[in-house]
């Protein structure tokens, strides 16, 4: 999704405040971010949202990264993050590499192993069964799908669905939000919602990001993500996560761009038909 102009308005914003100068500001993604050089020289990243409610969620967000590059993870290291009167704001490392394009197998079996590593006590609880839920029916009250019927049976049954509270869930773990070398992951970007909870969303995630855009997945890497989401995962949870990612998406989409729900909403119970079950 491209930012709205007033995204690109508040990195210009909150750059200026900083201290920092704009080289480019990228297109994509639902915060504004952009390549800054400050005094030093250095190249770094600025994102930025006009939500400052949001500071204590990017703080623990880049937290995470931080633990998780200390762990030899491919996470950037967050310079630090902030807010203005106006504004939440984070400013991390560059990280190098180019994007994926068309997710190939090997690095399919380098970000399921990646996401696996997520599973490990990271010091800090979230009721994230409790929360996803509740964060779910609010979504279902406000959605006019027509398969919302299906989807409150799949979240009435995760409601009783064990989950892990402590591993680390990034949060919107897809390929598009990774760097790669050939089949090496240089980079796994974008940590600003991450933190504790159970980490097979990631996978969950990167899953609907192959099977909603084929285009962006090799077949036979899709395959891949799929079984390592089986193998790690009975099918109510695995259903649960999906349909919660489905139901982000939709909330999202009506907030963003409300005309197109329906067909957004039937493109994604499509392609995602076998696993809400």
Request: charged share 25%; glycine share 8%; with cysteine.
């Amino acid at each position: 999704m491209t930012p709205a102009p007033r995204d690109r308005d508040t990195i210009d914003a909150v750059a200026a405040q900083l201290g920092l100068t704009v080289r480019k500001q990228f297109g994509n993604g639902m915060f504004g971010a952009a390549l800054v050089v400050g005094d030093s020289g250095e190249e770094l990243i600025l994102k930025a949202q006009p939500d400052v409610s949001l500071e204590v969620t990017w703080r623990t967000g880049a937290a995470t990264a931080d633990l998780m590059r200390g762990r030899g993870y491919p996470s950037p290291h967050y310079v630090d993050v902030g807010a203005t009167e106006t504004a939440v704001w984070s400013l991390q490392e560059r990280l190098r590499g180019s994007d994926t394009g068309r997710l190939t197998v090997g690095q399919a079996r380098k970000l399921t192993a990646l996401a696996r590593s997520h599973d490990f006590d990271s010091g800090s609880r979230r009721p994230w069964r409790e929360e996803a839920v509740a964060a779910c029916q609010a979504w279902l009250t406000g959605s006019a799908l027509v398969e919302n019927d299906r989807l409150a049976a799949i979240i009435e049954r995760g409601a009783d669905a064990e989950m892990f509270e402590t591993t680390v869930v990034h949060g919107d773990f897809h390929h598009r939000n990774v760097l790669v070398d050939g089949d090496t992951v240089t980079g796994v970007f974008d940590w600003e919602i991450a933190g504790p909870g159970d980490w097979r969303f990631d996978l969950a995630m990167l899953l609907f990001a192959c099977l909603m855009y084929p285009a962006f997945s090799e077949p036979s890497a899709t395959i891949v993500v799929a079984d390592a989401l089986r193998d790690a995962a009975p099918d109510d949870v695995s259903s649960f996560l999906l349909a919660c990612q489905v139901l982000r998406m939709l909330s999202l989409t009506a907030a963003f761009q409300p005309d197109k729900v329906d067909a957004f909403g039937a493109q994604m119970m499509n392609a995602l038909d076998a696993w809400l079950r």
